[in-house]
């Protein structure tokens, strides 16, 4: 889990900040981040967005299911290497079971 620290000093920030900004120090590991949000959101998510979210969870879900399962991944595994698209395996199943769900 990650700690955040809403305190100076700026020691790893660059760039402009603005008035109406949020600093964020994140530590994760022994590496601390520090970035800003600019214009966050303030309404509430849409019900599409929700249904959106909730569909990607659970293909998120869908895609670790079928990775420890060696006989679908290994399908997937076949399938990943034909194709350039994308970077990782994981991601791969991800956007497979994304499909399948929309």
Request: glycine share 4%.
């Amino acid at each position: 889990m990650s700690k955040i620290n809403l305190e100076a000093p700026f020691t790893a920030f660059r760039g402009k900040i603005c008035k109406h900004s949020k600093i964020i120090f994140a530590q994760r590991g022994q590496t601390q981040y520090t970035s800003q949000i600019c214009n966050p959101r303030t309404k509430a998510y849409s019900e599409e967005e929700i249904a959106r979210q909730g569909k990607f969870k659970q293909a998120v879900v869908n895609a670790n299911a079928a990775l420890a399962d060696s006989t679908q991944k290994a399908a997937y595994e076949a399938e990943y290497k034909a194709q350039s698209k994308y970077k990782t395996l994981r991601g791969y199943v991800i956007a497979k079971e994304y499909a399948k769900l929309a």
